[in-house]
């Protein structure tokens, strides 16, 4: 999985603190699929999801843009060495 900066969304954010009382014990799994609106099955996949590899399992990634603009700034940065070297 691609490593970096992770964002949640309303229904993520959710999903996570319900599964997370779940993991904790303090409420039942067949209780959470139904807070969450998805079925027992699902429940149950998205709790191993969690605990595997928690929390990355249930966000979704979104785009670096401070990576992207350092990578894009630096690359002017190097023609501009580039062009100033060659003459």
């Not at 999903?15 to 904790?24: F, I, P, Q």
């Amino acid at each position: 999985m691609r490593k970096g900066i992770l964002g949640m969304s309303q229904q993520e954010r959710q999903r996570y603190h319900v599964l997370k009382t779940v993991l904790d014990g303090q409420i039942t799994l067949k209780k959470a699929g139904q807070t969450m609106g998805v079925n027992y099955r699902h429940a149950d996949r998205l709790k191993k999801r969690l605990a595997a590899v928690a929390p990355d399992s249930v966000l979704s990634p979104i785009p670096e843009s401070y990576t992207i603009l350092l990578f894009a700034t630096s690359l002017i940065s190097l023609a501009g060495f580039r062009k100033k070297f060659k003459k």
